[in-house]
């Protein structure tokens, strides 16, 4: 149980292109799900958290007109990189948990590599 | 952002030995969570921690929350080479945020 799976899960593209990423969870609804980045030998770091139905919360520093999300339904978050730099390539991460309570645990998926040239 | 203190940074261990981590932190959390991250993937839950004190075990892991409720510790018995890979604390504080705070990651290298 608990299954998060991402797609694509490498993408190569043009700089000045944008990319969409999508995240879901397989087996149960995720109220929130969050996005993260992490480069190269180095931890993840929370690019924002959304809920479905809402906008997402950006953490500071990201840029929200950069790095677009929809949470459209319990199951599904997109995150559109767009305009993209090599900036911006990095592992990008997402997690999904359910549940209201407090403690709730992060599932996450397998990662999506993007390469900008 | 705000990251959490893992010790050691990386560390190269004999097949069959016992291994041991912690993570620090400078505020209080209410949950603590350990992960594995292989190389290309994502993390992969081990163990969950609720409450100042509590011992968990998942197999040859044992992970304790520490009672001051700034640290955990992570501990791996008996090693074997699979155990290769980065392993990530995360604190959540609760309450109205389900944020994670991730640490630092200890690299964990086995010798067969």
């Known amino acids: 149980g608990a299954v998060v799976s991402q797609h694509p899960s490498w993408v190569i593209c043009k700089s000045g292109t944008s990319v969409k990423i999508e995240c879901r969870s397989l087996?149960?609804?995720?109220?929130?799900m969050f996005w993260y980045r992490q480069f190269p030998k180095q931890s993840l770091m929370l690019m924002a958290t959304?809920?479905?139905?809402?906008?997402?919360t950006y953490e500071q520093g990201v840029e929200k007109d950069k790095f677009l999300i929809n949470h459209a339904s319990l199951t599904l978050s997109t995150l559109t990189v767009t305009s993209a730099h090599p900036e911006d390539s990095s592992f990008y991460i997402c997690?999904?948990?359910w549940g209201a309570g407090r403690t709730d645990t992060q599932y996450f998926g397998p990662g999506t590599r993007l390469t900008v040239l | 952002g705000q990251q959490l203190n893992q010790s050691p940074q990386s560390m190269f261990i004999q097949e069959g030995e016992d291994v041991s981590m912690n993570c620090t932190s400078s505020?209080?959390?209410?949950?603590w969570l350990w992960y594995k991250q292989d190389p290309g993937e994502g993390p992969v839950l081990l163990i969950a921690l609720y409450k100042a004190g509590e011992l968990t075990s998942n197999g040859r892991l044992t992970a304790q929350f520490g009672i001051t409720r700034k640290d955990s510790f992570l501990n791996i018995s008996a090693s074997i080479p699979s155990d290769v890979g980065i392993y990530f604390c995360a604190g959540q504080k609760g309450s109205r945020t389900y944020k994670y705070i991730f640490g630092t990651g200890t690299r964990l290298k086995v010798l067969a």
């Open positions: 997690s999904a948990s």
């Open positions: 087996d149960f609804q995720a109220t929130t």
């Open positions: 959304s809920n479905e139905g809402s906008k997402a």
């Open positions: 505020s209080i959390f209410n949950t």
